[in-house]
């Protein structure tokens, strides 16, 4: 069982989340063990004081750091654990980072408030630090569910069909093909003949073509980096072809 440790200032975040539909039938059935910790808990002082005024003056708070090394040294079970520390100065968060984070056995996450971390945590502690995007939150509570769920449901068994996970966007650094279900028709849009055919070979070069369409429409910086066989190159070049690739 793979165990996911969360430290925050603020536990109530997590109970909605980790309560429903896939993370929480994860738990229930005994594949994570995820625990939120409070940080004020490992605060010693008579207010339980966590954050004070930086040193040099300015603006804002700084989380002091003796809680957070008390937690984590209490927390962490040798060299299993892979520590995470969620800010917006980390490594951008990417599908190729969840598949790295998913072979460790045990997490630990913990999120940043207010101006962030004395930097003697990083220097103690060394941790992995990542950023789920170039844009500011109040902290790193929903960064750490972003990361969690997203590495969760590539355990082996966490979701339903095994294929749902191998063929998401980003897997192979493209994006998704579009995906349609009944009614056949709505509103006078109907469904691609192709879908209706049963014949999986065109079904599948069918969808292969419209997840390059996609993503040289909408991410070309994807499709700069991807590895691309002869017949991605061959699929390009029908779409080039064709008039208005959208
Ligand atoms: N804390 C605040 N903003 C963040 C972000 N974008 N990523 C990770 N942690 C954060």
């Known amino acids: 069982m793979r165990r996911y440790d969360i430290l925050s200032l603020f536990p109530g975040f997590f109970q909605g989340p980790l309560s429903e539909s896939i993370l929480k039938r994860a738990q229930q059935r005994g594949i994570v063990q995820i625990t939120v910790h409070d940080l004020r808990s490992y605060a010693h002082d008579r207010h339980a004081i966590v954050d004070d005024r930086p040193y040099g003056g300015g603006a804002g708070m700084v989380l002091k750091p003796e809680p957070i090394i008390e937690a984590v040294t209490s927390l962490r079970q040798g060299q299993e654990t892979h520590l995470v520390l969620l800010t917006p100065q980390g490594r951008p968060f990417k599908q190729a980072i969840a598949q790295e984070l998913v072979e460790h056995q045990h997490l630990l996450c913990v999120c940043g408030r207010y101006e962030g971390f004395d930097e003697r945590v990083r220097d103690l502690l060394a941790p992995d630090e990542i950023s789920i995007g170039d844009y500011v939150l109040t902290g790193g509570e929903l960064p750490a569910l972003v990361l969690l769920d997203a590495v969760i449901r590539l355990i082996p068994g966490v979701l339903g069909d095994e294929d749902s996970a191998r063929y998401d966007s980003f897997?192979?650094?493209?994006?998704?093909?579009?995906?349609?279900?009944?009614?056949?028709?709505?509103?006078?849009?109907?469904?691609?003949?192709?879908?209706?055919?049963?014949?999986?070979?065109?079904?599948?070069?069918?969808?292969?073509?419209?997840?390059l369409r996609r993503t040289k429409v909408r991410r070309p910086d994807l499709l700069q980096q991807a590895f691309l066989s002869k017949e991605d190159l061959d699929l390009l070049g029908e779409i080039e072809g064709e008039q208005g690739a959208s």
């Open 171 to 211: 897997v192979d650094a493209l994006l998704d093909f579009p995906h349609y279900t009944r009614p056949q028709s709505i509103q006078g849009l109907g469904v691609p003949d192709v879908l209706l055919s049963g014949d999986h070979e065109r079904i599948r070069r069918w969808r292969r073509k419209e997840a």
